[in-house]
């Protein structure tokens, strides 16, 4: 917002956001394209965009003119084209081809969907689905996108699980619909929640579904989310029917790694290969021409006559608790006094909460039972994410686990999260809940931890 | 040739660049530049961005047509996640923008109330991000120019924007780029077209250059500072030389680029007065005549899937053997356009076609393509893809022939100083602003704090060295362009009753001196060295005469401290007593010797630790009270 006397000038002088200025101060006259302010707290500058391209602000001061330029030609920047090599690219002339397998792509927003305006540089979300083209051109001669869903468009640390429902049903009627598989683009900081959801929500799947993000937006050169949609297509066109998220496997260019949905993790906060796998392998390696290196071969493989049925029942009422040195237990017993239903502690190591403190007050011996006695189901999942958990190492575990507490083995906190929401959705019965939250139900355990799979 | 820069209506207009000392402009890595230990290498593609209104910009297209491998080696120390492209930038550097706002000062340039950081579109992989972070810090108004001896060179603006990583090699269609440049500072420094002929484009450089290294954080040695140099004549097409980094053949490339833009401008002009309005160009698949050459060359590359592609260029036979300007024919002008899109360049009857073996080929071309006996021949082996880009790019480029100069920017070789072709002249639209970086806002009073901080003009230090110091007009301004220049001013101030001409001997003579006779490695002297050194010639202990040999020592013993030096190896002067007590043992050695002789043999044993001009006094009263 300007200052009430800017903002007055520009209405009487017709100058709006795209208006060619001329900006006049002590005899000093400067061109420029009006743009939206960058900072909202300056309510004395404007910014223009010069014929350079550079953007500058200026501040309106007592003898600064403001008008409208007399070369207002709104773009001419934009129009040259001076040498034949610069020639147009038409979206339009971009379309797929029938022959190639029939696939759908679910856009739910994220860096990997985002295009910035130019001029502003605000980022935006990509408007047409044909758009996902211009970014990625090569899809083209793999698969034949028919469908391109965009039910919602946020950022993935908006997400929650009524998009993971949503998008899950989805999938389930694309795949139903003849789709060789689906691709989801997402946001990368949840990316791997809505994995394990889509794992635990598509329980009979039979076909390929790719998660797709990017660490670096389409405006840029350096685009990753390019050869991770080449990648993702080439998977979904192939043969191993999981939930993967399919991204850099590396900080080259060159392949891109398959990792199960619920044995993934974002490990970096901008790295391309940010994705690893955590106690286990990942399923394959996937190049951009479509060679494939299998790497544990312990996955479900395609069959095109299978219906998908998605199961979304999920229970909201849960949630994650990070354990940490001088926690307070009544951090716990808020949650119970809110009524929820499941809790997924972060515990550490091995799968520890404090319980033999020096200062009683803070041992969450007593609020463990008050939660268990309320048939609240309480999870011990490792913040130390590499390795498992285990129940008769130390004493504090033999307490929580007298006191009912599951032990999550290998599997990841943030799955953990996911599969209780799922469980807790399915069944009310305790002993099926630790039966249910147990058994391997979409790759989430690992029978055996091999030494590689450490910081992989 | 001499060119009537006048008559041709030349404009020229040069961009400085240099490098800034300082550290990385967005992150913290170190700006030195070692290279000493490489850590790790990735591998990266880039891909043609849709520019602003959807189009893509044309040097961003072009470049990704080449299907190009970039290999970025990084070194310790001097790369991080930010410089892989895998980390958003850090803040600003706030000493290299206080010098780039400081240099704006000096030059009387209006600084923005608010300073974007803006990306401009670099695809041909010199960016791992695929732009490069640029932000304008200063405008021209009319108080800001530099004062030449051909008038008022105009400043019109100034940016502060990172550094491109730096080209180690190339192989196939694998690029290598080190890391370590990536980054670093620029301050780039346009001027108004204002430059009149070739000689003034070596005395703005020069002047311009000389006032940034006023600044203590610029960087030093080749390559940190330099030039693009914007040309045109006869307001035609205006191409850009980018980097050319030796100001002493500055002259000479200019004076080449603007015989090139005449070549061209003639050469349409002959196309023309021919009746030539149209060249009708296009390229014919020709492999079949090839399939069993005898030519070496031919018969491998066909061999590896290559096809052969020709085309007849109408009436240029000759034209491509004609030079547009020294050491270079407009056929190779015409091949790197080839070279450009991967080809290894082409063939045409303006060669000697034996050479290759392929003179019955192109006799059968001739029939085939109807050619007549004043055209071209050319044709390009290589894969297809290749092949068909290729010659489109030589046949396009011919065509331009009739329009006259291209718009383009060149690449410079400083060993020919001629220029080669690198991409069409980009557009403004190549930009738009770094979202990840906070917009600087200049606050009330910034200005007027950091101004106290405005270094000495190297001009002004000249002068002063003069005035104050009583330098002569030489050494005052060969010590002010040394690099020992700020040691130079911190001894002269700290030892103040040692003469400045003796420290400026000592840096510009003896010094280089002790390099080129004796070969002795004088980098391994550090400041503390020379600190240790004067003071001691502060304090009387070492004289002029026996500096050289003091170094000389110091080199072979790092260890030793200047006065342990001067003890261990006697080369404190001489107490008047002492000198005595030799001149008297040389006469007794040499009895009845004349005392020219006796002053002689004095002189050498004395030499450099008691003053010459009271040996012979000495002497004469010895000799005289015998």
């Given at each position: 917002m300007y200052l009430k006397k800017i903002k007055d000038t520009l209405e009487t002088k017709k100058i709006s956001v795209g208006t060619r200025l001329e900006v006049t101060r002590e005899n000093k006259k400067i061109e420029g394209i009006l743009l939206p302010n960058a900072d909202d707290?300056?309510?004395?500058?404007?910014?223009?965009?010069?014929?350079?391209?550079?953007?500058?602000?200026?501040?309106?001061?007592?003898?600064?003119?403001?008008?409208?330029?007399?070369?207002?030609?709104?773009?001419?920047?934009?129009?040259?084209?001076?040498?034949?090599?610069?020639?147009?690219?038409?979206?339009?002339?971009?379309?797929?081809?029938?022959?190639?397998?029939?696939?759908?792509?679910?856009?739910?927003?994220?860096?990997?969907?985002?295009?910035v305006d130019y001029k502003t540089g605000a980022v935006t979300?990509?408007?047409?689905?044909?758009?996902?083209?211009?970014?990625?051109?090569?899809?083209?001669?793999?698969?034949?996108?028919?469908?391109?869903?965009?039910?919602?468009?946020?950022?993935?640390?908006?997400?929650?699980?009524?998009?993971?429902?949503?998008?899950?049903?989805?999938?389930?009627?694309?795949?139903?619909?003849?789709?060789?598989?689906?691709?989801?683009?997402?946001?990368?900081?949840?990316?791997?929640?809505?994995?394990?959801?889509?794992?635990?929500?598509?329980?009979?799947?039979?076909?390929?579904?790719?998660?797709?993000?990017?660490?670096?937006?389409?405006?840029?050169?350096?685009?990753?989310?390019?050869m991770n949609l080449i990648c993702a297509s080439r998977y979904i066109t192939g043969n191993?029917?999981?939930?993967?998220?399919?991204?850099?496997?590396?900080?080259?260019?060159?392949?891109?790694?398959?990792?199960?949905?619920?044995?993934?993790?974002?490990?970096?906060?901008?790295?391309?290969?940010?994705?690893?796998?955590?106690?286990?392998?990942?399923?394959?390696?996937?190049?951009?021409?479509?060679?494939?290196?299998?790497?544990?071969?312990?996955?479900?493989?395609?069959?095109?006559?299978?219906?998908?049925?998605?199961?979304?029942?999920?229970?909201?009422?849960?949630?994650?608790?990070?354990?940490?040195?001088?926690?307070?237990p009544e951090i716990l017993d808020w949650h119970i006094d809110k009524g929820y239903k499941g809790i997924v502690l972060n515990t550490t190591a091995l799968g520890h909460v404090p319980i033999d403190t020096i200062d009683k007050n803070l041992s969450w011996e007593k609020v463990l039972a008050r939660a268990t006695d309320k048939g609240i189901t309480i999870i011990s999942?490792?913040?130390?994410?590499?390795?498992?958990?285990?129940?008769?190492?130390?004493?504090?575990?033999?307490?929580?686990?007298?006191?009912?507490?599951?032990f999550a083995k290998d599997m990841l906190p943030e799955t953990a999260y996911v599969k209780l929401g799922c469980v807790l959705g399915r069944t009310k019965d305790k002993a099926e809940i630790r039966e249910l939250m147990l058994t391997n139900l979409a790759g989430e355990f690992s029978e055996k931890l091999v030494p590689k799979s450490f910081l992989y | 040739m001499d060119i009537d820069y006048k008559a041709i209506g030349f404009k020229c207009g040069l961009e400085i660049h240099q490098a800034l000392d300082t550290g990385k402009l967005f992150c913290s890595c170190s700006s030195a530049l070692n290279e000493k230990i490489e850590f790790t290498e990735i591998k990266r593609h880039l891909r043609p961005v849709a520019g602003e209104t959807g189009t893509v910009d044309a040097s961003a297209?072009?470049?990704?047509?080449?299907?190009?491998?970039?290999?970025?080696?990084?070194?310790?120390?001097?790369?991080?996640?930010?410089?892989?492209?895998?980390?958003?930038?850090?803040d600003i550097n706030e000493k290299a923008k206080k010098t780039a706002l400081l240099f704006a000062m000096l030059l009387n340039m209006d600084i923005p109330d608010v300073i974007h950081v803006m990306r401009k579109t670099v695809t041909d992989g010199s960016a791992t991000s695929g732009f490069q972070r640029t932000a304008l810090v200063a405008t021209g108004n009319e108080t800001s120019y530099i004062d030449t001896t051909q008038g008022k060179v105009y400043l019109e603006n100034m940016s502060l924007e990172e550094d491109a990583s730096k080209i180690m090699?190339?192989?196939?269609?694998?690029?290598?780029?080190?890391?370590?440049?990536?980054?670093?500072?620029?301050?780039?420094?346009?001027?108004?077209?204002?430059?009149?002929?070739?000689?003034?484009?070596?005395?703005?450089?020069?002047?311009?250059?000389?006032?940034?290294?006023?600044?203590?954080?610029?960087?030093?040695?080749?390559?940190?500072?330099?030039?693009?140099?914007?040309?045109?004549?006869?307001?035609?097409?205006?191409?850009?030389?980018?980097g050319w980094q030796d100001l002493s053949r500055i002259k000479l490339i200019t004076e080449n680029e603007v015989k090139r833009h005449l070549f061209l401008l003639g050469l349409k002009t002959e196309l023309e007065s021919k009746g030539i309005k149209k060249l009708d160009i296009k390229p014919v698949d020709?492999?079949?005549?090839?399939?069993?050459?005898?030519?070496?060359?031919?018969?491998?590359?066909?061999?590896?899937?290559?096809?052969?592609?020709?085309?007849?260029?109408?009436?240029?036979?000759?034209?491509?053997?004609?030079?547009?300007?020294?050491?270079?024919?407009?056929?190779?002008?015409?091949?790197?356009?080839?070279?450009?899109?991967?080809?290894?360049?082409?063939?045409?009857?303006?060669?000697?076609?034996?050479?290759?073996?392929?003179?019955?080929?192109?006799?059968?071309?001739?029939?085939?393509?109807?050619?007549?006996?004043?055209?071209?021949?050319?044709?390009?082996?290589?894969?297809?893809?290749?092949?068909?880009?290729?010659?489109?790019?030589?046949?396009?480029?011919?065509?331009?022939?009739?329009?006259?100069?291209?718009?383009?920017?060149?690449?410079?070789?400083?060993?020919?100083?001629?220029?080669?072709?690198?991409?069409?002249?980009?557009?403004?639209?190549?930009?738009?602003?770094?979202?990840?970086?906070?917009?600087?806002?200049?606050?009330?009073?910034?200005?007027?704090?950091?101004?106290?901080?405005?270094?000495?003009?190297?001009?002004?230090?000249?002068?002063?060295?003069?005035?104050?110091?009583?330098?002569?007009?030489?050494?005052?301004?060969?010590?002010?362009?040394?690099?020992?220049?700020?040691?130079?001013?911190?001894?002269?101030?700290?030892?103040?009753?040692?003469?400045?001409?003796d420290i400026a001997n000592f840096f510009i003579n003896t010094l280089s001196d002790l390099k080129k006779r004796e070969s002795i490695d004088i980098s391994r002297l550090s400041e503390t060295d020379y600190e240790d050194m004067f003071a001691q010639v502060s304090d009387g202990r070492l004289l002029k005469d026996t500096i050289s040999q003091f170094v000389k020592i110091k080199i072979k013993h790092p260890e030793l401290f200047a006065d342990e030096i001067i003890t261990n190896y006697n080369l404190a002067p001489l107490t008047e007593s002492e000198a005595k007590n030799i001149i008297d043992a040389i006469i007794a050695e040499n009895p009845n010797t004349p005392i020219g002789a006796v002053i002689g043999m004095s002189m050498s044993k004395l030499k450099g630790r008691f003053d010459g001009k009271k040996i012979a006094i000495l002497v004469g009263n010895i000799l005289s009270r015998k």
């Open positions: 707290s300056a309510k004395d500058i404007i910014t223009l965009k010069l014929d350079s391209g550079y953007n500058i602000g200026i501040k309106i001061r007592e003898n600064t003119i403001i008008n409208k330029s007399k070369n207002n030609t709104a773009d001419d920047l934009i129009s040259e084209e001076n040498y034949e090599f610069g020639k147009k690219r038409d979206i339009k002339s971009l379309v797929f081809d029938k022959k190639k397998p029939k696939a759908s792509l679910i856009a739910t927003g994220g860096t990997i969907s985002s295009r979300m990509l408007m047409e689905p044909q758009e996902i083209l211009t970014t990625t051109p090569e899809l083209k001669d793999i698969i034949n996108l028919t469908s391109i869903l965009s039910p919602f468009r946020i950022a993935s640390e908006d997400m929650t699980p009524s998009e993971w429902q949503n998008i899950a049903e989805l999938v389930a009627n694309e795949l139903n619909s003849g789709a060789v598989g689906v691709i989801v683009t997402h946001g990368t900081d949840t990316l791997h929640y809505t994995a394990a959801a889509l794992s635990f929500m598509l329980p009979g799947l039979k076909k390929p579904v790719a998660l797709v993000g990017a660490q670096r937006s389409p405006d840029r050169a350096s685009f990753d989310g390019a191993i029917a999981e939930v993967a998220i399919v991204m850099h496997a590396t900080m080259n260019d060159d392949y891109c790694l398959i990792n199960r949905g619920t044995k993934v993790r974002k490990m970096h906060t901008s790295r391309r290969d940010a994705f690893r796998p955590i106690n286990t392998l990942p399923i394959g390696a996937i190049y951009t021409c479509g060679k494939l290196d299998i790497i544990d071969d312990n996955y479900k493989r395609r069959d095109n006559k299978e219906k998908t049925v998605a199961d979304t029942r999920f229970d909201k009422k849960i949630a994650m608790i990070n354990i940490y040195p001088g926690i307070n999942a490792s913040q130390t994410l590499y390795g498992t958990t285990h129940a008769h190492v130390y004493r504090s575990a033999v307490k929580m686990d007298k006191l009912g507490v599951i | 297209l072009f470049e990704s047509l080449r299907k190009r491998n970039f290999i970025y080696h990084a070194y310790k120390d001097e790369a991080c996640l930010v410089d892989m492209d895998a980390e958003p930038p850090h090699g190339k192989e196939g269609n694998k690029t290598h780029y080190s890391l370590s440049r990536l980054g670093i500072p620029l301050i780039e420094l346009g001027t108004a077209p204002d430059i009149k002929d070739a000689d003034h484009v070596k005395e703005t450089a020069a002047m311009i250059g000389s006032l940034l290294r006023s600044f203590p954080e610029t960087k030093r040695g080749i390559g940190t500072i330099r030039q693009d140099i914007n040309i045109s004549v006869f307001d035609g097409a205006r191409t850009e030389i980018k020709v492999t079949d005549i090839f399939v069993h050459t005898k030519s070496r060359v031919i018969s491998d590359l066909i061999r590896q899937n290559a096809i052969v592609l020709a085309t007849v260029l109408p009436g240029f036979k000759g034209i491509l053997q004609r030079e547009v300007c020294p050491k270079k024919t407009f056929g190779r002008e015409l091949a790197e356009y080839a070279k450009s899109f991967g080809s290894n360049g082409m063939i045409h009857t303006d060669e000697d076609l034996s050479k290759y073996n392929l003179a019955h080929e192109f006799n059968l071309l001739k029939k085939l393509l109807n050619a007549q006996p004043d055209d071209l021949i050319l044709i390009i082996a290589e894969t297809k893809t290749i092949a068909e880009q290729s010659i489109d790019a030589v046949i396009m480029r011919t065509k331009y022939v009739l329009k006259g100069v291209p718009e383009e920017t060149r690449i410079p070789n400083h060993v020919t100083a001629t220029s080669s072709y690198a991409r069409p002249l980009s557009g403004a639209h190549r930009m738009y602003p770094e979202t990840d970086v906070k917009t600087i806002c200049i606050a009330p009073g910034y200005l007027d704090r950091i101004r106290k901080d405005m270094p000495e003009t190297l001009e002004s230090k000249r002068s002063r060295f003069e005035k104050e110091l009583k330098l002569n007009a030489e050494l005052a301004s060969t010590i002010t362009i040394s690099h020992y220049l700020s040691t130079f001013e911190t001894l002269t101030k700290k030892y103040k009753n040692v003469d400045a001409k």
